[in-house]
């Protein structure tokens, strides 16, 4: 990682999808030491461009608009994963030696659609036959892994909405003094009372149980080893990286509420990386509902089954802890533009790992971190970890 | 390549895109004596799923429906070089060595949703924010191209309307005996005077100028070499592949009607493969108009600037010609889903180096041939090459 860039994640705004971009882009690049013309090829996760602006088939326009002319650019699109396909596949393209410098990221402009539009076209990420059409918008879908949650693990309903709400406001403590963040300056200091009065989006889910959707873009530069030495000194490596797919949720009722494809997919980050759960120091994990970090949590080893909304109640998951869980402030208070998610979760390991964020929230001394991204409900999984040093 | 499969490309019809690709995959499956779970990655080329059937991030749930469970399943869209992409992409992961076995692919239902929606919706792969706006579609590109490549090359429009004629009657003739094409038993005898009195799209193209809106789905096995030679005795191998970008058209236009993507796509390809253009034997070429063939035909180095529709006219450009191109009718009359055009063609060459066409447009002896995908108005341009034997 030679250099990273992000802009602010934020509601809706004016930029256009190649101008927002083109921000993160070029603050990567500027970080590089490097200049457009050495991008050997963009792989860049957008999920709904063509209907958020009207515009498909971005990545093209991207690559002309920051000076990368002609190079391959690829739209990658796996829903809240795209970014980090992209990654990954960067990573692998790198790592093989076909190309040897690579700009990957994400850019979407989810929340200039306004929510009941976003919530909706959305939902299509879901499978569309079977699945969609009994209503299953992303927050019902998380909503019953609420359920399912509770009752698999024998907690009571309140007990899981109190756990919810502790995970909230760890993110949101974080969020509020993360710069780039959608919620810095706001809901820091939220009480559980709040949370758990807000109104309901999808029972047991409240509004704060939610992440926003956002816009925003961010961007990292790979390079192979031997080029990156001459460009940075703060050297971050990716070390592992691992995807794994499943189709409908309800083919894989079996597990849940663990998500079949994150234990896959993270099975094959650690192996490739030579680490287990317990030496991940940071990991920005996927958060798009409260109830989703819990899973996440589980699925990637961290704390046993059942067993994570109590290690979040102990301060086992917040900096200081066991492991520090999105200290960004994650989807649910960094913010969430969809197909930039991924790429943001890689910027802020990497920030993380080379000791440069804010100091309230630094995790000292960091040294292995963890990126998490869930697309659609459980269809596309993908883990990257990160370590400091060559 | 050790197996391809390819749905018959129509008009609108009743199988979901999983439907549909499941076809052709499991086809592509089969003939490489391989089963699903030998697959270790789909890479899938969709542009208008979540527009035709509203369905986002179709692969993993393609990945399910045909027993790849839980594999990496990646969605490219580059408009119509989406399946391209994902066999360029494909063929990078397999001869690095990251994957050994690879099915790359790509499905659309681009029929189904209608002529006048899908042009209107396929418009926003061009530039949306300012060549969109200003009223080009792409029958309004090609046809600006139409009347430009006239001006350059001081051909008087009427004689290169004749030579367009040409071009379609050329590729209707081959399609028309290509069970898997949209126009098969269609059009095999069209008349010029026919085409040139077939109402205007946009002047000076008319209807026949113009390749149709297709559903369909194509799906091609790649394995390393030291797994393929254990799986097929009719060798063919992916042995160039280049790739290049380009922004707004009116960016280029210095170039025009030249497509600067494809010279320097097409370069990379050749380089890659060590062989020249009087080298291939045939091309499937990117015919979404038949200016688009001339055009095509020349940036890929087979004719000289302005003079390919002579090289159609003199039967050059046919079976029997110097160059074959497009024998399986190619987009004009084959069919054009656009997510599965690229790996479409790469099917059709596969069959053709192989000798399994039908017997009246099989390039006899072919031993080198290469496709040609263009995505949106010259924003995105893949180029493959592939060989008999290893």
Excluded at 46 to 51: K, P, Q, S, Y
Excluded at 174 to 185: A, R
Excluded at 222 to 240: C, H, M, N, Q
Aim: hydrophobic share 40%; charged share 20%.
């Amino acid at each position: 990682m030679v250099g990273v860039g992000e802009t602010r994640f934020s509601g809706p705004q004016d930029k256009t999808g190649i101008e927002l971009f083109a921000e993160a882009a070029t603050e990567a690049i500027n970080e590089s030491n490097l200049k457009p013309k050495d991008i050997k090829a963009l792989f860049i996760g957008n999920a709904l461009g063509d209907f958020a602006e009207g515009q498909g088939m971005m990545p093209p326009y991207l690559a002309e608009n920051i000076g990368c002319f002609h190079v391959p650019a690829n739209r990658y699109e796996g829903a809240c994963a795209s970014a980090s396909m992209a990654v990954r596949d960067a990573f692998i393209g790198v790592a093989s030696g076909f190309y040897d410098i690579v700009l990957a990221g994400g850019v979407e402009r989810a929340a200039t659609m306004g929510t009941a539009l976003a919530t909706r076209t959305f939902a299509m990420f879901s499978d569309a036959h079977y699945e969609y059409p009994a209503g299953t918008t992303f927050p019902a879908v998380f909503a019953m892994l609420a359920h399912l949650y509770a009752a698999t693990y024998g907690l009571p309903l309140a007990r899981l909405r109190e756990q919810m709400a502790r995970v909230t406001m760890q993110s949101y403590k974080h969020g509020s003094v993360n710069p780039k963040g959608q919620f810095y300056g706001k809901y820091g200091d939220i009480s559980m009372e709040k949370i758990l009065t807000s109104f309901v989006v999808c029972s047991p889910l409240t509004l704060h149980d939610c992440c926003p959707f956002s816009d925003g873009a961010a961007a990292v530069v790979l390079a192979a080893a031997d080029v990156a030495k001459k460009l940075t000194k703060k050297p971050v490596s990716i070390t592992g990286a691992g995807q794994a797919s499943n189709g409908t949720l309800s083919n894989q009722d079996d597990y849940l509420p663990r998500i079949r494809a994150r234990e896959l997919s993270s099975q094959q980050a650690y192996k490739m990386a030579g680490v287990k759960p317990q030496d991940i120091d940071l990991c920005e994990l996927h958060d798009c509902f409260s109830i989703a970090s819990l899973i996440a949590a589980e699925g990637l080893g961290f704390f046993d089954y059942g067993k994570s909304g109590e290690a979040w109640e102990k301060g086992q998951a917040d900096i200081g802890g066991k492991i520090a869980i999105n200290p960004s402030g994650g989807l649910k208070s960094k913010g969430h533009p969809i197909g930039a998610t991924g790429a943001g979760q890689v910027y802020e390991v990497t920030k993380q790992l080379r000791g440069e964020v804010e100091p309230e929230r630094q995790v000292e001394g960091a040294r292995i971190g963890m990126t998490d991204t869930l697309g659609g409900d459980g269809a596309t999984l993908v883990n990257i970890i990160l370590e400091r040093g060559w």
